[in-house]
């Protein structure tokens, strides 16, 4: 893939610590924009403190035209059909996806996509 893409890794908050993150830009193509990729692990005990340093991540990955996060995001209280949460941290977290017009899209194991 190297020798296919040519890519280049994203310091989106070089002073963000306890986020398990990495940001890649991947240079389009023949009249192709460029798209930033982004993997997340967040793990389920996370503090909040880590939590809002990712947000600050995505708001400036937000900004290109394409952006693919890949996440573990460990909210297992966020209701994705009806946008409801039980706690304040996924609270946050779900605000923070709905300021950056990201949604999740998540393939069940029955093969149906949710939303």
């Known amino acids: 893939m190297r020798e ?7 310091c989106l908050g ?3 610590e306890g986020v398990e993150s990495l940001w890649v830009r991947i240079k389009g193509q ?6 930033i990729v982004g993997v997340y692990y967040r793990p389920p005990d996370q ?3 880590a ?4 947000c ?7 900004q290109s035209q394409s952006l693919v996060p890949v996440e573990d995001f460990n909210h297992p209280d966020i209701s994705w059909e ?14 923070s996806i709905n300021d950056n017009f990201l949604m999740q ?11």
């Open 14 to 16: 070089v002073d963000e």
């Open 30 to 35: 023949a009249h192709m924009d460029d798209v």
């Open 56 to 62: 600050r991540q995505l708001k400036v990955a937000s």
């Open 4 to 10: 296919q893409l040519e890519c280049i890794e994203l």
């Open 105 to 115: 899209m998540v393939r069940s194991r029955q093969g149906e996509m949710l939303c």
């Open 82 to 95: 009806d946008h409801t949460v039980r706690l304040t941290q996924s609270r946050r977290f779900l605000q």
């Open 51 to 54: 939590d809002e340093s990712f």
């Open 47 to 49: 503090e909040e403190e």
